[in-house]
T-cell receptor, first 116, second 115 residues
Framework: GENVEQHPSTLSVQEGDSAVIKCTYS??????FPWYKQELGKRPQLIID?????GEKKDQRIAVTLNKTAKHFSLHITETQPEDSAVYFC???????????????FGTGTQLKVEL | GAVVSQHPSRVICKSGTSVKIECRSL??????MFWYRQFPKQSLMLMAT?????????EQGVEKDKFLINHASLTLSTLTVTSAHPEDSSFYIC???????????FGPGTRLTVT
């Protein structure tokens, strides 16, 4: 099955700096890579996602890059703000085939702390 | 749009009893629902995948007789933790997906405490 590794486990940055979180996956058939932000005791919130036919996607301060050959993808947050502090999870899945939905395999999470 | 609710948000039960958690898609038809468990400071671990009208598919190591999943309609799935033990205490989160969609929409989670 799919295996997703995520680094670092904790990341502390100064407000205004950039933060980068990296993930690798094992299944070359995976074609959907979402990133989630989770605050304590809350549901994961999708912040950005990328499909395997695209190498980069950007949404305001957040961007994701995908390298299919190397099987890794990264989350980039620029101009970090204190409210960006949370746990971030990457995930990978295979979309396709008949029915059944596409199950997500999550990375281990990164605790991001943005300090004033 | 794409709102998923869960009930209850918190539940405390005694060891040996059963607890039912409901997951509802409020504004779309969820052909597939997923159930996850999350221990403190850990990632989400998929427990099972359920398709409407079919038996759930459980991940390796998840006891299907202990975690009963029913997906009887396109808007409701239930997870019943049977004969609960303290080690079942966890945060249980469901997600829902419609046919052809890449994205999963997550419920707010249920905090289960078994005493």
């Amino acid at each position: 099955g799919e295996n997703v590794e995520q680094h670092p486990s904790t990341l502390s940055v100064q407000e205004g700096d950039s933060a980068v979180i990296k993930c690798t996956y094992s299944d070359s058939a995976s074609n959907y890579f979402p990133w989630y932000k989770q605050e304590l005791g809350k549901r994961p919130q999708l912040i950005i996602d990328i499909r395997s036919n695209v190498g980069e996607k950007k949404d305001q301060r957040i961007a994701v890059t995908l390298n299919k050959t190397a099987k890794h993808f990264s989350l980039h947050i620029t101009e970090t703000q204190p409210e960006d502090s949370a746990v971030y999870f990457c995930a990978a899945s295979k979309r396709g085939g008949t029915g059944g939905g596409n199950k997500l395999t999550f990375g281990t999470g990164t605790q991001l702390k943005v300090e004033l | 749009g794409a709102v998923v609710s869960q009930h209850p948000s918190r539940v405390i039960c005694k060891s040996g009893t059963s607890v039912k958690i409901e997951c509802r898609s409020l504004d779309f038809q969820a052909t597939t629902m997923f159930w996850y468990r999350q221990f403190p400071k850990q990632s989400l671990m998929l427990m099972a995948t359920s398709n409407e009208g079919s038996k759930a598919t459980y991940e390796q190591g998840v006891e299907k007789d202990k975690f009963l999943i029913n997906h009887a309609s396109l808007t409701l799935s239930t997870l019943t933790v049977t004969s609960a033990h303290p080690e079942d205490s966890s945060f249980y989160i469901c997600s829902a997906q419609w046919a052809g969609s890449y994205e999963q929409y997550f419920g707010p989670g249920t905090r289960l405490t078994v005493t």
